[in-house]
């Protein structure tokens, strides 16, 4: 089978999964129902850079997934529950391909391809494909954030073009949901340090990537800030943020509250997991640990920012 056929496999598995009766959902859940009034507002009323709801200033998430709503509920005229739903299911999809790309520079074809099959039948990323949410539009930039790292690191010359695609896609997903986008850069430095100790950082080439997010995100980060209703770092970074963190950190017994929903959003592949890893790592060649310690560092980085 050629490089085509592997990568269509997953992807259409994910269409099939992810696509039918996508706009025949009534959108009732708050947080959904919050990006399409949203996103309907910037049609109506022309509030593409700020989004309002209700007349009030709406600072909580950044507008790049209300607009991927509000541009594709232009052909119709109106946000309907199938131009909401898309964008998500859309990422979904992609996501699914943009990890058999990972899987397959990382492990070859057959890894690519179980890697996308894994993905597109996890039953967390198949109710977040069919959600009003920013979540897997967030997550497609990750991934290519990821895989743009992973080629950087494995080129023999400097990688800067790689790096500049990694830093892009950070501040995309920056756009798409806010901070939680960034986690990446925990485990690209993570990753950096071990196999290169504390030098290793300057391979994050971190001055040029910081540049590359705030140009990306500065036409609605400037807006935002501007806005005298109300702060976006009052609002997110404080309240969103680090606010249920300290009080998780005042409830010692609580640290860990949020590992056990990851095994159940990961379901039925959680199952195999420690299976998987020790299969993977045992007898592994240097080349092997190598790609699994970025792997770990990965999903370490996100254990680490949603329990704590």
Known sequence: MNRTGWL??????AAALFLPALGGRTIYISDEARYALLARNMIER??????????DVHLEKP???????????????DVTELTAALPAAVSGIAGVGVTFLLGRRLFGPAGGLLAGIVLATTSGYFSLARAVLADMTMTLFIVCSVWAFWSAVETSGSGVRAMLACYACLGLALSAKGPAGLTPLLAFAAFLVTEDGWRGLTRLRLPMGIAIIALIASPWAIAFALQREASYLHTVLRDDYLGPHVAKWQRVSE??????????????????????????????????????RLLTCWALAYVVVITL
């Not at 269509?8 to 598995?13: G, I």
């Not at 509030?47 to 007349?55: A, E, F, M, R, S």
């Not at 507008?63 to 005229?77: T, Y």
């Not at 420690?274 to 640990?289: E, I, K």
């Open 8 to 13: 269509l496999l997953p992807v259409l598995l």
């Open 255 to 292: 640290l860990f509250f949020a590992a056990g929903p990851l095994g159940v959003k990961f379901l039925p592949w959680s199952l195999f997991l420690p299976a998987a890893v020790w299969f993977g790592c045992r007898d592994a060649d240097a080349a092997t640990r190598r790609k699994f």
């Open 46 to 55: 022309g509030h593409w850079l700020v989004p309002h709801i209700g007349g």
């Open 63 to 77: 507008p790049l997934f209300m607009w991927a709503i509000a541009v594709l509920s232009l052909i119709p005229g």
